[in-house]
């Protein structure tokens, strides 16, 4: 992976001067250096206006905003603007409108209004893409290339007769020939046989459940046929400018699951991720943190990018809440804390007009004399002062399985419960480890896990046989993997490992369940250790591993819920259902023990500890977000970098709602 040409802890947010009278824009670099911007980026919507009828450019703009942004010390993250097509395309080639699953063809007038299988737009995007690389290849104020914005945001899925041919023209690499199509597919179910590749469509909405690999492998398609597109501007981009890196933009959060991006992530020079707080979440710090671990954990624990987050509201919730105070600075600080070496916004100067009117910017509505632009020019020095931060990396010992194709697996219809919810139960076990101060990883299923002394499958419904293998060796070698209810309950083509749940794992956990019993929404039941769980319950019978707490009301009472295994020279375990929160905790806590993790700091409840470490030092930042102060024990030798001052008796204060940052010299 490449390192980004901006020092420091780059500080910025996308900038879109084609939206305002080109008189505002010497206001915006002067306001953008007060701030202590180093980093926009820009054009990414400006495809109308470079090119406004096919083939006929016109960079002038362009060419003067990146002159003005240069002289003023200000890198461009230049983007290809082919997330938004203009009306002229669609006029041109209808055809390369999405068509939805219920076959309606999509109209044009907003964002990602593409088929992605579509020849013509692929023409249409790699000509713009190409016209952007011979011109700015070697422009001083170019850093970084921002290929296309958010992919799959709202195109993930296309289901015209285009996509069609696309996808059997995937399956046909992906299989060979029918036969084993037909044999992945299990297509004797219901009659759905095929005897030429033809006769193969997407899962359009039909009449009853459709064929879960057919829906498993259409996803798996989706996600590549944007991937190859991303590729392919990337390509065009790299020919010109070879040292330039490359990134998009991720959204690996707020329930977006169009892409494997355990795929996209390898493709990318710099990997770099969109993140915005849900109104109704009460505790989105926890979302922020985990979040931030999932992307440095794409980057291969390397630094990354937060290319788009919100300095208050948003616009596209049902109630779009403005941030409290303090707040800006702590969800900014908890992003670099968890590994981005780069602090962005969407966007730098708030809309008048459009879709976005009412997304709040780093320049508002109100303008300078408001509480968001005074918070945004702390922010730029509180950056400034943690340059040194920049290139640290994690110290985890806990690793959490996630899996894409896992996640799309368990929701899909005609479960044994639709209330269960991948994105949730990976939550519900990471939260008592955040609060904890333990630091977390997450991991692909076949990943090398050498590194970890605990690794935390919650949910893997699907689980290929290497992966599998591959966890459980991690016990047989002395480690503690504990998996989390139906899991490993079907392989890569979503059929059922026979023999008795959980599949996969039933001979590493030592134990065989026979039968599910999901509960019902609110329902729960007893556990002979105390505390509840809800969710889900299953009949499990032991075979070789130890009870640990079983239950003590419903159908299954006196039922094992929770095991304990000696494998090899490790341990696993298995928990059968969902626990409430504080009897998970302490579950948890016990793994954590017995594998020998300790958290980053012991803090008082509402304080956030993670670390980064650098070449000589480690960087200790404690976020808190209760509304009492906070003494934390530190190195005596340590200095607080926000401040400048040295660390006097071994403790710090953290003020409530505030961050403190502690560099502590090694050795």
């Known amino acids: ?146 290929i296309h914005n958010e992919y799959g945001c709202h195109n993930a899925e296309c289901y015209c007769d285009e996509s069609a041919a696309a996808f059997r023209r995937w399956l046909r690499v992906k299989y060979d020939d029918l036969a084993a199509l037909n044999a992945a597919w299990g297509t004797t179910f219901w009659s759905q046989w095929y005897y030429d590749w033809d006769e193969i469509i997407p899962p359009r909405a039909t009449g009853a459940v459709p064929n879960p690999t057919h829906q498993l492998d259409w996803r798996r398609f989706c996600s590549d046929e944007l991937l190859s597109l991303y590729k392919a501007e990337r390509e065009v981009l790299r020919e010109a400018a070879p040292s330039v890196p490359a990134t998009t933009n991720f959204m690996v959060m707020y329930n977006f699951d169009a892409l494997d991006y355990w795929r996209w992530a390898p493709e990318l020079d710099i990997v770099s991720n969109d993140h915005y707080l849900q109104s109704a ?101 509180d950056l400034k002062a943690l340059a040194e931060v920049r290139g640290s990396t994690g110290t985890a010992k806990v690793a959490i399985v996630w899996d894409w194709n896992a996640w799309w697996s368990v929701e ?109 929404p609110g329902e729960s039941v007893g556990l002979s250790e105390g505390g509840t769980a809800g969710l889900w319950s299953e009949r499990v019978h032991l075979a070789g591993a130890e009870a640990i707490t079983s239950y003590t009301s419903g159908p299954l009472t006196e039922v094992p819920a929770v095991t304990r295994h000696p494998h090899g020279t490790g341990t696993t375990w298995y928990v059968a259902t969902l626990p409430d929160p504080t009897t998970l905790a302490a579950l948890l806590d016990r793994m954590c023990t017995e594998a020998g993790v300790e958290p980053v700091r012991v803090t008082p409840e509402g304080v956030e500890a993670a670390l980064r470490r650098g070449a000589d030092a480690d960087y200790l930042f404690l976020i808190n977000h209760g509304d009492r102060d906070a003494e934390i024990e530190v190195s005596c030798d340590g200095a607080e970098l926000l401040t400048g001052n040295r660390v006097e008796g071994g403790t710090v204060t953290v003020p409530a709602g505030d961050v403190v940052v502690v560099r502590e010299p090694r050795g």
Not at 84 to 90: C, I, Q, S
Not at 430 to 444: I, Q, T
């Open 281 to 381: 979440d009460p505790e989105s710090e926890i979302d922020i943190a985990l979040s931030g671990d999932l992307v440095r954990s794409l980057a291969g624990g390397r630094p990354w990018l937060l290319m788009e987050h919100s300095t208050g509201a948003v616009n596209w919730q049902p109630v779009n809440r403005a941030k409290n105070a303090g707040e800006l600075r702590r969800n900014a600080l908890a992003h670099v804390a968890r590994g981005a070496d780069g602090i962005a916004y969407f966007q730098w100067r708030a809309a008048k007009a459009g879709a976005e009117q009412w997304h709040s910017a780093m320049l508002p509505h109100a303008g300078t004399d408001s509480q968001i632009w005074r918070d945004v020019v702390a922010l730029g020095a």
């Open 1 to 146: 992976m490449s390192t980004l040409k901006v020092p420091g802890i780059a500080y910025g947010g996308d900038y879109n001067p084609e939206q305002w009278p080109e008189e505002v824009w010497a206001e915006d670099v002067r306001l953008m250096r007060e701030a202590g911007v180093t980093m926009v980026s820009v054009n990414i919507f400006a495809w109308a206006l470079l090119e406004p009828r096919e083939g006929e450019y016109d960079f002038s703009r362009l060419d003067r905003i990146l002159a003005l942004l240069h002289e003023n010390g200000i890198a461009a993250d230049l983007a290809t603007p082919t997330a938004a097509p203009p009306a002229w395309f669609f006029r041109a080639h209808p055809d390369a409108l999405p068509v939805d699953r219920d076959g309606r063809g999509l109209s044009y007038g907003s964002r990602q209004t593409f088929c992605p299988s579509s020849p013509a737009y692929r023409e249409a995007a790699l000509r713009i893409t190409g016209e952007l690389a011979a011109r700015y290849a070697d422009h001083p104020a170019v850093v970084m290339w921002h």
């Open 412 to 520: 899909l219809a005609s479960q044994p419960s639709g209330e269960v919810r991948f994105q949730d139960l990976v939550r519900s076990w990471y939260e008592p480890l955040w609060r904890a101060g333990v630091a977390v990883d997450f991991v692909r299923p076949d990943a090398d896990l050498s590194a970890y002394r605990l690794v935390l499958a919650p949910s893997l419904y699907l689980v290929d046989d290497e992966a599998a293998a591959n966890l459980t060796r991690f016990a047989e070698s002395g480690g503690t993997l504990a998996v989390g209810f139906h899991s490993g309950a079907v392989d890569e083509n979503c059929h059922v490992r026979l023999g008795g749940y959980p599949g996969a794992f039933r001979k590493a956990l030592g134990v065989r369940t026979d039968e599910l019993f999901p509960l019902l």
